[in-house]
């Protein structure tokens, strides 16, 4: 009776074991099955569907007035814009300089700035290479020293003639960070005389407007 008892076990504890092997591995093209499909059809709006709960059948609605969108309140007009309230250009960083502001500037510094003024910002950058008719600025001319450090961040912000807007692939903190990288790249350097682009008559002011590069004199 034992030994029969022996071999069922035996046999069951086999079974049980193949079956378990077995399921290793293995695929299927049914669908999983699902205890509580409940959340397969929940109830949710998506972009661009329709919505029997609204009058106008959109379930894509507009924010109310006044809304803003979280982390973009942007109170700090002087941080987000480069400019005080008065409409003027910030003239120096609104955070202190570091180590790790320095590190990270010179890095973004690197990848979006580079190519165009240079490494050392001289603007000689890789674009000359290829004999660009337009030669970017010099970060070591006079004009750039004196330009405001919110001068500068709008610059990057909002590009300047042929130089684009750099707003949405830097963000502010990083502009900043840029900016105080170019100051320590002007405290090792020696102010220049304005590069005139080719062609272009002697330099001349009028207006507050450098007539050589076009770019706008603002006295701080």
């Given amino acids: 009776m034992n030994t029969t008892r022996m071999n069922t076990r035996i046999v ?7 079956l378990l092997v077995g399921c290793r591995g293995m695929t299927s093209e049914d669908p999983p099955i ?9 109830e949710k709006y998506t972009a661009q569907r329709s919505s029997a709960f609204f009058a106008d059948g959109k379930a894509m609605r507009t924010p109310p007035e ?9 109170e700090d007009r002087a941080y987000f814009t480069g400019r005080n309230v008065d409409s003027s250009f910030v003239s120096t960083l609104p955070f202190a300089v570091n180590d790790a502001v320095l590190t990270r500037g010179a890095e973004r510094f690197a990848i979006f700035c580079s190519p165009c003024h240079g490494i050392s910002g001289d603007g000689q950058g890789n674009i000359m290479k290829y004999k660009y008719p337009i030669p970017p600025t010099s970060l070591y001319e006079q004009k750039v ?3 405001a450090d919110g001068n500068i961040f709008e610059v990057i912000s909002n590009g300047i003639r ?3 807007s750099y707003r949405q692939q830097i963000p502010p903190e990083d502009r900043w960070n840029i900016v105080a990288h170019i100051r320590a790249l002007q405290s090792k350097g ?3 005389a304005v590069t005139p682009m080719p062609g272009a008559a ?3 002011t009028s207006g507050g407007i450098d007539t050589v590069t076009n770019r706008t ?3 701080q």
């Fill in 162 to 164: 042929n130089m684009p």
């Fill in 217 to 219: 004199e603002t006295a």
């Fill in 66 to 74: 006044g809304t803003v969108g979280r982390g973009r309140l942007r």
């Fill in 145 to 147: 020293y004196d330009m």
């Fill in 12 to 18: 069951l504890t086999t079974a049980a074991l193949l």
């Fill in 34 to 42: 699902h205890p509580n499909p409940n959340m397969d059809t929940q």
């Fill in 190 to 192: 020696t102010p220049v």
């Fill in 202 to 204: 002697p330099a001349t």
